[in-house]
């Protein structure tokens, strides 16, 4: 069982910076692969960024050169900073862990935290 927690959200104006944090406990979590989702209002949930367990990233091409997703294993975190912040990135935004094993997929959420950019 892997429980994540996100931190870090809230509201900033057109071209501000966040970073957001999930901390992770549990077993094996240098395993998983993290990722953070968003789901605006009226959207479905959409991949923003994930980082492998062998550190590789990709992000949804909407946020690439303004985001950046990264983990400290050593502390079973993983952040993503968000830089040039536009209004269409207003969204609730969800910690993801993810592993396959040799018989199931390990899949988990956090509870979601708020990003609202605005004027």
């Known amino acids: 069982q892997v429980q994540l927690v996100e931190s870090g959200g809230g509201s900033v104006q057109p071209g501000g910076s966040l970073r957001l944090s999930c901390a992770a406990s549990?077993?094996?979590?240098?395993?998983?692969?993290m990722g953070w989702y968003r789901q605006g209002s009226a959207k479905q949930r959409e991949l923003v960024a994930i980082?492998?367990?062998?550190?590789?990233?990709s992000y949804v091409e909407s946020v690439k050169g303004r985001f950046i997703i990264s983990r400290d294993n050593a502390k079973s975190t993983v952040y993503l900073e968000m830089t040039s912040l536009k209004p269409e990135d207003t969204a609730v935004y969800y910690c993801?862990?993810?592993?396959?094993?040799?018989?199931?997929?390990?899949?988990?959420w956090g509870q979601g935290t708020q990003v609202t950019v605005s004027s």
């Open positions: 993801n862990a993810n592993r396959v094993g040799h018989r199931q997929t390990f899949n988990y």
């Open positions: 549990g077993s094996f979590i240098s395993m998983y692969a």
């Open positions: 980082v492998t367990s062998t550190g590789d990233r």
